[in-house]
């Protein structure tokens, strides 16, 4: 991804989108492309509402999440995306406060494991969906200051750190890449 400005995903010799290197890991378009360009926790769920920044969608147990509107583009069911790194774990005991207008879930620590540079975290949250967390060991130093298998967490991220992919069950009819750019003879 270091060497190209345009990148141009394939899926079963169809394009699944073009784009460039921080479009396509930021705000992938299908669930393929989220989880091609590394881990994605994807969260089904249903739009309730809208204004002009961000969509408000509720989730499998109620919770409800914001993501940037403009890239719900008119569907119900969707799924909001959100990387590993981008979420961030609180006592789930309340003591930690969520940053206002941050999205938060509930949730348990499942799984631990200690990279060196991060740790990784497997998260149930309380609908069922399990979320991979990266957090850098900065604040944490020891073992003894991991969070632990069985402890309580919210997971909180930024709306705006969000992507919204299609529905897995959706099904594209053009062989055209999602952010299709036509080609010139400077381009091709």
Same mark, same amino acid.
């Given at each position: 991804?270091?060497?190209?400005? /345009?990148?141009? $995903?394939?899926?079963? %010799? /169809?394009? +699944?989108?073009?784009?460039?290197? +921080?479009? !396509?890991?930021? /705000? *992938?378009s299908t669930p393929f492309v989220a989880n091609f360009l590394g881990v994605s926790n994807? !969260? *089904? %769920?249903? $739009?309730? %509402?809208?204004?002009? /920044?961000y969509a408000t969608v509720k989730l499998a147990d109620d919770t409800l999440i914001r993501a940037p509107s403009g890239l719900v583009d008119g569907r119900s069911d969707i799924n909001v995306g959100v990387r590993p790194e981008k979420i961030r774990l609180r006592e789930g005991n309340g003591t930690d406060a969520t940053p206002s207008g941050h999205n938060a879930l509930h949730g348990i620590v499942r799984d631990v494991s200690y990279l060196g540079v991060s740790t990784q975290y497997q998260v149930e949250a309380r609908g069922g969906a399990r979320l991979t967390v990266y957090e850098q060991n900065v604040e944490r130093a020891t073992r003894a200051e991991l969070w632990s298998p069985g402890e309580e967490v919210v997971l909180t991220w930024s709306p705006d750190h969000s992507f919204v992919v299609t529905s897995p069950t959706s099904s594209t009819t053009s062989n055209e890449p999602t952010d299709a750019v036509p080609a010139d003879a400077s381009t091709a």
């Open positions: 991804m270091t060497m190209s400005d /345009r990148i141009a $995903v394939m899926n079963l %010799g /169809r394009y +699944e989108q073009l784009g460039d290197p +921080e479009s !396509l890991y930021e /705000r *992938p994807l !969260l *089904p %769920g249903t $739009v309730q %509402g809208k204004d002009e /920044r």
